[in-house]
């Protein structure tokens, strides 16, 4: 199972920009499906995740500012990032919870993707 993500950059403060990842394999089922970020020099922290039926998890200081959703036919997950913040600029990785065609349980990451929040 591989997660791809896209769509980090460079955006000012108070920009928005949007990230998704798509997960593609042998794959039977996604539970749960997320992002985290790692800035530097510190520890990789959940931002939000969601579940199959679409129920929401956010951090805290990203709650009204972030929006995830997914689309379960396409075993993709989105991060819409609105009113972005220098405390934002980060490696964000997408991360699933995936039963595989061989009934197997995996925890997939995906490879990062860069967001930088900077006039």
């Known amino acids: 199972v591989q997660l791809q993500a896209y769509g980090g950059g460079l955006v000012q403060p108070g920009g928005s920009l949007r990230l998704s990842c798509a997960a593609s394999?042998?794959?039977?089922?996604?539970?749960?499906m997320g992002w985290y970020r790692q800035a530097p020099g510190k520890q990789r922290e959940l931002v939000a995740d969601i579940t199959s039926s679409g129920s929401t998890n956010y951090e805290d200081s990203v709650k009204g500012r972030f929006a995830i959703s997914r689309d379960n036919a396409k075993n993709t997950v989105y991060l819409q990032m609105n009113s972005l913040k220098p405390v934002d600029t980060a490696v964000y990785y997408c991360?699933?919870?995936?039963?595989?065609?061989?009934?197997?349980?995996?925890?997939?990451w995906g490879q990062g993707t860069l967001v930088t929040v900077s006039s």
């Open positions: 991360n699933a919870r995936v039963r595989t065609t061989s009934l197997a349980w995996v925890t997939s």
């Open positions: 394999g042998s794959i039977f089922g996604i539970t749960v």
